[in-house]
């Protein structure tokens, strides 16, 4: 039987994340580009290649899975604003200039939803004092503490919002797993 596109693009990432952890890394970017290939427009395997990639430091892959996302209908805006917060959030974490696009777009996101108001603080609209009363969750606790460590805390302060951040266990977020790593090899 053949899969689902969404399907078979999640099978190639995860095969991609163990041949990359196996020094595969050719063989993990074959995976990745298959992945995209197997499911073009599919939110969850390009945010999916984006995450992975991002966190591994591959810039040029991840640009090219965020211009996929953003260039595709058949992505959210939610999972557009998302995609653009990580890259945007990685480029400043890094120390270089975010992606012109992903800047671009959070620049234009004025909704009324909580990505939006993570847009408005990353790009300057919004002040965190503003975002606290609509962090109702341990989800949205994460993400605010996660943008704040990154858009603006001087050191100690940000280990603190990051540690915050794992402690909110939400195991399977892009901010989690970017402030785990991050305590753990500044």
Same mark, same amino acid.
């Given at each position: ?16 994340? *163990?041949?990359? &952890?196996?020094?595969? @890394?050719?063989? *993990? $970017? ?7 290939? *197997? ?8 945010? !999916? ?14 640009? #090219?899975? @965020?211009? $996929?996302? @953003?260039? &595709?209908?058949?992505?959210? #805006? /939610?999972?557009?604003?998302?995609? =653009? ?17 992903? =800047?671009? +777009?959070? =620049?234009?996101?004025?909704? %009324? ?27 949205? $606790?994460?993400? @605010? ?5 990154? +858009?603006? !805390? ?18 399977? +977020?892009?901010? /989690? #797993?970017?402030? %785990? ?6």
């Amino acid at each position: 039987w053949e899969l689902d596109a969404g399907l078979a693009g999640e099978r190639l990432v995860e095969a991609a994340k *163990a041949l990359w &952890s196996l020094g595969n @890394l050719q063989g *993990a $970017r074959v995976a990745l580009d298959a992945a995209i290939d *197997a499911d073009p427009d599919g939110a969850d395997t390009l945010l !999916a290649v984006l995450a992975f990639v991002l966190v591994e430091g591959d810039r040029p892959r991840a640009l #090219d899975a @965020l211009h $996929r996302t @953003l260039g &595709s209908i058949e992505v959210s #805006d /939610y999972h557009k604003v998302y995609a =653009s917060l990580w890259e945007v959030a990685e480029a400043r974490r890094r120390g270089e200039a975010p992606d012109r696009l992903a =800047s671009e +777009f959070l =620049s234009r996101r004025d909704g %009324r939803l909580w990505p939006d108001a993570l847009a408005r603080l990353v790009t300057g609209r919004a002040q965190l004092g503003e975002l606290v009363a609509g962090a109702t969750s341990p989800g949205r $606790r994460a993400d @605010l503490m996660y943008y704040a460590a990154v +858009f603006g !805390a001087d050191a100690r302060r940000r280990d603190d919002l990051l540690a915050g951040v794992v402690q909110t266990r939400m195991v399977m +977020f892009f901010e /989690y #797993d970017r402030a %785990r790593l991050w305590l753990a090899r500044p």
